[in-house]
T-cell receptor, first 114, second 114 residues
Framework: NAGVTQTPKFQVLKTGQSMTLQCAQDMNHEYMSWYRQDPGMGLRLIHYSVGAGITDQGEVPNGYNVSRSTTEDFPLRLLSAAPSQTSVYFC?????????????FGPGTRLTVL | QQQVKQSPQSLIVQKGGISIINCAYENTAFDYFPWYQQFPGKGPALLIAIRPDVSEKKEGRFTISFNKSAKQFSLHIMDSQPGDSATYFCAASQDGTSGSRLTFGEGTQLTVNP
């Protein structure tokens, strides 16, 4: 199993550009989520999904879109990048409830918006 | 508003010493409290977790102490080793009809000197 994979590993954008961060998992997990990690703020939930076709907002959803067309993939779209979106982004997956088992994190995407 | 507050922000311990990281939460509906360990350039990985019906859980050198009345929990690392140097995050979650959402603390950067 590859676990949770994320691409790209690094990305530099200009203000106003759009892009999609890719996330895939091969563990047949129903629950997938996106976090951003900023210094001194821990990880904050952006969006999450409890299954194909079902998504919901997390703590900091503004400026981001998600969709879940398959169990395996959960892409995160930045509609119009802003410098405030400079961060490290982590995708994670787990069974339906986090407490049912481990939530596995991907290696992260480091995004810089100029 | 940070629902899970973590301290200290950074911690330096000598090899063989005890590392203690504390967390406090506000939402009494939280029912699962994991600790994550993160090495530079990697995603967080589950270290140990506890449910509120238990006051202590030990796995090897790692122990969680849980005080439900005070709404506090802590991670103790016994016989700390240089390989334990990493960032540690406490978290809390609540299972619901839309899966569960993890709320993270701000993180503690632990350095264990040889």
């Amino acid at each position: 199993n590859a676990g949770v994979t994320q691409t790209p590993k690094f990305q530099v954008l200009k203000t106003g550009q759009s892009m999609t961060l890719q996330c895939a998992q091969d563990m047949n997990h129903e629950y997938m989520s996106w976090y951003r990690q900023d210094p001194g703020m821990g990880l904050r939930l952006i969006h999450y999904s409890v299954g194909a076709g079902i998504t919901d907002q997390g703590e900091v959803p503004n400026g981001y879109n998600v969709s879940r067309s398959t169990t395996e993939d959960f892409p995160l779209r930045l509609l119009s990048a802003a410098p405030s979106q400079t961060s490290v982004y982590f995708c994670a997956s787990s069974l339906y409830y986090v407490s049912s088992g481990e939530q596995f994190f991907g290696p992260g995407t480091r995004l810089t918006v100029l | 508003q940070q629902q899970v507050k973590q301290s200290p922000q950074s911690l330096i311990v000598q090899k063989g010493g005890i590392s203690i990281i504390n967390c406090a939460y506000e939402n009494t509906a939280f029912d699962y409290f994991p600790w994550y360990q993160q090495f530079p350039g990697k995603g967080p990985a589950l270290l140990i977790a506890i449910r509120p019906d238990v006051s202590e859980k030990k796995e090897g050198r790692f122990t969680i102490s849980f005080n439900k009345s005070a709404k506090q929990f802590s991670l103790h690392i016994m016989d700390s080793q240089p390989g334990d140097s990493a960032t540690y995050f406490c978290a809390a979650s609540q299972d619901g009809t839309s899966g569960s959402r993890l709320t993270f603390g701000e993180g503690t950067q632990l350095t264990v000197n040889p």
